[in-house]
């Protein structure tokens, strides 16, 4: 990431001047590549506009952009930081969200470093993001990573079809069904749910400006059960997987 702190990362995306330097390939939704810039600071960053969002069938129109801003809350409160720094605002093509972009070798994924110890801990937290944010297409492709000294950094990405009320969970990250749920994640849980019931600070607020009322329930809902579950799911009928998987 950026040698910026992530406060600082946050309030350059958020007012600083988008320049546009294409569009990003093989998406399926408009996605931009761009610079965000104030004076001598800039950044690159990714800017997907609201009104470039494919129409989904299950999904409200122009709500993708939100649950991209709803992921990278859920992932900073959890302090596991998996998301990158998020934000909502206007840009040239309308409001839409501007995430940091991640430099990174895109010929290495998820399903080359599926079962490596090293970063164990890493996707038995994107995988627990998953469950509870109900992501539906997590691909190989949106764990991104970042080498970062002998043990590399690893990014999720591509949170836009998450938090439905219905469970859609479709994930390649299977590796870890059956097995404990580490007690460590388990507690950042329990303090997730905290903060959401207690009202001490804004968190409930902000999803609840992002999510509808039945969204946020579910969510509610799926973290409860996360907590209360020794394991992690396994798949079962239907289907759970993403196409295509990368």
Same mark, same amino acid.
């Given at each position: 990431?950026?040698?910026?702190?992530?406060?600082?990362?946050?309030?350059?995306?958020?007012?600083? @001047?988008?320049?546009?330097?294409?569009?990003?390939? +093989?998406?399926?939704?408009?996605?931009?590549?761009?610079?965000?810039?104030?004076?001598?600071?800039?950044?690159?960053?990714?800017?997907?506009?609201?009104?470039?969002?494919?129409?989904? +069938?299950?999904?409200?129109?122009?709500?993708?952009?939100?649950?991209?801003?709803?992921?990278?809350?859920?992932?900073?409160?959890?302090?596991?930081?998996?998301? *990158?720094?998020?934000?909502?605002?206007?840009?040239?093509?309308?409001?839409?969200?501007?995430?940091?972009?991640?430099?990174?070798?895109?010929?290495?994924?998820?399903?080359? #470093?599926?079962?490596?110890? @090293?970063?164990?801990?890493?996707?038995?937290?994107?995988?627990?993001?998953?469950?509870?944010?109900?992501?539906?297409?997590?691909?190989?492709?949106?764990?991104?990573?970042?080498?970062?000294?002998?043990?590399?950094?690893?990014?999720?990405?591509?949170?836009?079809?998450?938090?439905?009320?219905?469970?859609?969970?479709?994930?390649?990250? +299977?590796?870890?069904?059956?097995? *404990? #749920?580490?007690?460590?994640?388990?507690?950042?849980?329990?303090?997730?749910?905290?903060?959401?019931?207690?009202?001490?600070?804004?968190?409930?607020?902000?999803?609840?400006?992002?999510?509808?009322?039945?969204?946020?329930?579910?969510?509610?809902?799926?973290?409860?059960?996360? #907590?209360?579950?020794?394991?992690?799911?396994?798949?079962?009928?239907?289907?759970?997987? *993403?196409?295509?998987?990368?």
């Amino acid at each position: 990431m950026s040698d910026m702190a992530t406060g600082d990362v946050l309030h350059l995306m958020q007012n600083g @001047t988008v320049e546009i330097e294409g569009l990003l390939p +093989w998406s399926s939704n408009y996605t931009f590549l761009v610079r965000v810039c104030d004076g001598a600071q800039e950044l690159g960053a990714v800017y997907k506009p609201q009104r470039g969002e494919r129409p989904l +069938w299950d999904f409200p129109q122009g709500s993708l952009c939100l649950r991209e801003l709803a992921a990278f809350i859920v992932s900073e409160a959890l302090d596991w930081h998996i998301v *990158p720094p998020t934000v909502l605002r206007e840009a040239q093509h309308g409001p839409g969200t501007i995430q940091l972009y991640i430099d990174h070798d895109p010929a290495r994924h998820y399903f080359t #470093i599926e079962g490596d110890e @090293t970063v164990r801990s890493q996707l038995q937290r994107i995988a627990l993001l998953d469950i509870i944010i109900n992501n539906a297409d997590r691909k190989a492709g949106h764990v991104l990573i970042q080498e970062d000294g002998e043990v590399p950094r690893l990014w999720g990405i591509d949170h836009g079809i998450c938090f439905h009320e219905d469970p859609k969970l479709r994930t390649v990250i +299977w590796e870890f069904g059956g097995t *404990p #749920i580490p007690d460590d994640m388990r507690a950042d849980l329990e303090g997730f749910r905290s903060r959401l019931e207690d009202g001490a600070d804004d968190l409930a607020t902000r999803l609840g400006q992002l999510l509808s009322a039945a969204e946020t329930e579910a969510l509610h809902r799926r973290l409860s059960r996360a #907590i209360n579950r020794p394991n992690f799911p396994q798949p079962g009928a239907g289907r759970h997987y *993403p196409w295509p998987p990368v």
